[in-house]
């Protein structure tokens, strides 16, 4: 795999509040991009996950105009949780644009606004994309002709919602209770609708984030999205809207994913619209299969996380799953050329 750039910052939201209500809402980024110079940058570590190789804050390549491809984590994670897969594409061009979402990541600490408005995700990604393009080091060299998005579990809500989905909490929690879901939150946060009622009471970031749920957060720079391992807020969607959507929409599952099972999930998807394209990984790759190495490899096989079937191989499921990811990349590309 070629070596790339990588680098990290922070972006502010002046349309939105922090949960604090306090300041603008803050977007911490990461990103992966090709670069000529191998010697330029400086290797990195001391994240969580592991960041492979990869040199900090090396020069651009000088290619003039980049692909682009926006990175939603999964609930609580980070944009390096996905770095295997930004590491891929940005050797094969692209610049790899990750947003940690606010309340919602493991860079700071989890609140639970962050984990209850899952909607905002997508509104991260929109404005991410319009800030770097406009000032700092990715100005004007970002390719607008040519934008995706891919994104795991809850990131994969997101980039739904970014293709035109559209989220009801009546359509959720009708689901929900049909189905025996709890209402309570996701393993990081499981108390986290216990807020909700004081978050109603004393937050006004919240109430406006609450009210405004329903609101269209779709972009029309993304020309076609990723979801990996899609988790249950995608049963948000209305049906309508989701089979409404005409971008290219490929869905990747494993077979053993107990967060978010397929038949709730990525099998649900695919029954509203006969457009998208659904690939399983495996029969045992389960959800957290899809993401990276620890830093510290003591946690591999102990932490719920890093543990895998003893017949699933995580580095060959990652590279199974990035070819597919490129390949459904470079057939946008090809059809929104002719």
């Known amino acids: 795999m070629a070596v790339c750039g990588y680098r990290s910052g922070v972006i502010k939201d002046a349309s939105r509040s922090n949960w604090h209500n306090n300041s603008e809402r ?28 990869v040199k900090l804050d090396a020069a651009l ?38 947003a940690n979402h606010h309340g919602n990541t493991g860079l700071e600490p989890y609140l639970a606004e962050g984990f209850l408005c ?15 393009e406009t000032s700092g080091f990715f100005a004007d060299r970002l390719d607008f002709d040519q934008v995706s998005a891919v994104g795991f579990s809850l990131g994969g809500y997101t ?38 009622s004081t978050l109603t009471e004393t937050s006004d970031a919240f109430r406006r984030s609450w009210a405004e749920h329903g609101r269209d957060r779709s972009d029309n720079r993304i020309k076609s999205v990723v979801a990996i391992a899609p988790a249950l807020p995608i049963r948000s969607f209305t049906p309508q ?13 494993g077979g053993a994913d107990n ?39 003591s946690l591999v096989g102990k ?23 490129m390949q459904s990349l470079a057939a946008s590309e090809s059809k929104g050329s002719d």
């Open 61 to 98: 390549t000088t290619r003039k105009r980049l692909p682009v491809v926006l990175l939603s984590h999964g609930t609580g994670g980070t944009a390096e949780s996905l770095g295997w897969l930004a590491r891929a594409l940005a050797g094969e061009g692209y610049v790899v644009l990750g």
């Open 241 to 253: 809207s989701v089979a409404e959507i005409e971008l290219p929409v490929v869905i990747l599952t």
């Open 159 to 196: 980039v739904m919602a970014l293709a035109g989905a559209q989220t009801s909490l009546e359509e959720f929690e009708g689901w929900r209770s049909a189905n025996g879901i709890s209402e309570g939150g996701p393993k990081e946060f499981p108390n986290a609708a216990d807020s909700i």
């Open 26 to 53: 803050p977007i911490a980024w990461s990103a992966w991009y090709p670069i000529e110079d191998l010697e330029s940058g400086e290797q990195t570590s001391g994240q969580f996950f592991e960041l492979g190789d």
């Open 118 to 132: 899952w909607w905002e995700r997508a509104t991260d990604l929109s404005v991410m994309l319009s800030s770097l």
């Open 259 to 297: 967060e978010a099972p397929s038949e709730h999930c990525g099998d649900w998807l695919v029954s509203q619209n006969a457009r998208f394209q659904r690939h399983d990984l495996g029969k045992q790759v389960g959800h957290y299969t899809f993401l990276d190495f620890p830093s510290d490899k």
């Open 303 to 325: 932490a719920h996380i890093f543990s895998d079937h003893d017949s699933v191989d995580r580095n060959q499921v990652h590279e199974q799953a990035a070819e597919i990811v």
